[in-house]
């Protein structure tokens, strides 16, 4: 039995996350649908490529993962399926899938009738284009057949990381500021909008209140403020640069 | 496998949706539960009526929808299941069901003991009685044993349509404005809020922060603000008229 | 099938949810996941505590509830599963689990690497302890094998509650004031913040705007206002003391 998750902007007082979950349902009965989100920040593709990246992975190879954020439907970016790895992504080619598709990925148009709706109303890719195209490769459609093998051409507005150097990628629902800094290249602490962390294990290991560095779930550095909110105090922006530093710096 | 979907306005932060769920989990264990919305603003019949006319009809035939918006629960207003074209819709009858029972349909009140449980708390029929009747209908009792037929008498605070006028029902997540409105009685612009606004194919034909008219998912004119929120922007409630307009007028 | 529920304060704009059910999707294919909530007001434990003792009764038994709103992750507080009357639960304790196992129960360390990921993250237990716990429950693992038996220690600030007297114990989405007072207990009528309500049926019985109380579905007396918010009207912290009255006293 397929699996599809659904990562969205849609919100939950909307009848948009129904009308994907019915059209996949109708045309894939055998599929089990999983939310994965869909309160991402409206139009925040980053944030949504985030999600995905480290959530995607957890899931059985097979997995298919259907991400609409898309700001731009009905215009000129394309609509697509990417293979990764054992797992199948679809929504449209804007940046969303930047991070999974570091590794070695394939992508195709979606342009064949067979992963589509026959109607295709412009403004509601999700339910028209993209859940028709998931419901298909649960039935098992061959992908090759979709359209054109295409080049992924979305990127995220920081680009790619420079070897020794992170940055704040994510915000996460508790004012945690998540970066791309793997803990190999981190060292001890890191410094980051003037501050510098040491890096410890987890929240307890500093006191209630007080800034911390540590390798979080995603296997990167994060800085968080115990029984807080890192967003709130560092009032950063995402891309702000995080770099390594030594221990004996103050930490303040 | 039947389908039971639910939309509510109990949110996503308490036990509600959980205890209506373990309801029909234990009652008809293989039925698959999909959420629609939980976060249909408190008490906002008309806003729950919206979203469910939009999504179910994407579901296959014979699917479940069980739509709780309840401010008057435990009072006067019918508990009822609704037939609609092969769907069923299972809900108080307030209004909810004004649009999708547009089309035939037939009702029953919801009395026998096989579609209610034992003990019924009177503040939360979605456990106590819409739960069981779903399930119920999803192990394939037979509805006309569960009440009498009844008419429905839940109506939206705007009415029917008059041919060649719309009215703004709903106000999305994104802040877009969704009419009534088919786009054959609109021709090639619309009038709304002292706005002349052509009909455009979709966000990307305008300049960002500009108004825009389209037409929407539901496939009646939308109106909505590139990168914006028209409801900011206009800031006109639900029933407002929405005109046809000829292009030649001024566009602001 | 097995069922697992989810309850958490991991929010629905993060790949934390997305997670916990692709660990179980890949450890427990056959187990199907149920949302219970997502949006627990962050770090609050006894507003989780309440909401599983609430709906986790409507499940079938040998349902599996695991329940993470963990602000102590990666800390001293033990990750437990705990039996309690044919279900199941998982999860730090930490007073989650302070209604339910009330009743009588039995609780196991997590320990074993069958119940475990191999790589556990000290700040995401719910992805690397809790979801693969429970899916090895799910699988049928003897629960036996995962650790020593221990005793709950997690409490809630109000403590156990004294006959004859109720303590508002949680504040649902509708601003609903929810106590712990059976109704057996609390006669005609309650008194709350120097406010006495004589015992009505249910919203209808009072005027739009006014104060009442009424056997709420958790069955203990609950506080609301009638199209209307009881938290902002009374403006009392959970924990404040709820009293039996007799309907003589003055209604205001």
Redesign the interface.
Known sequence: ?A?I?L?TD??????????????I??LA?DT????????????DVA?AA???????????HG?IHVVVVD??????RHEVIVKVVGHWFVGPDNGAFAYVAERVSDAWAIESAAFRAKRV????HG?DIFAPAAAAIARGVDVTSAGPMVRLTGALPWGTRARGQGRIVHV???GNLVTDLPPGEAGDAVTVAGHTLPIV????DVAPGELLA????A?TI?IAVR?GRADARLDVPRGTVVLPAAVGEPYR
């Open positions: 039995m699996i998750t990562t849609f919100g939950t007082r909307d009848g948009y996350v129904g009308a994907v979950k019915g059209v349902a109708r009965p089990t649908i999983v939310d994965i989100a869909h309160d991402i920040p409206r139009g944030h985030w999600v995905v990246s480290t959530s995607c992975q957890e899931f059985p997995t700001p731009g439907v009905g215009g000129a109303n412009r403004t509601f339910r996460d629902h508790y294990g987890t929240y307890e540590y390798v979080g779930s296997r994060e029984d």
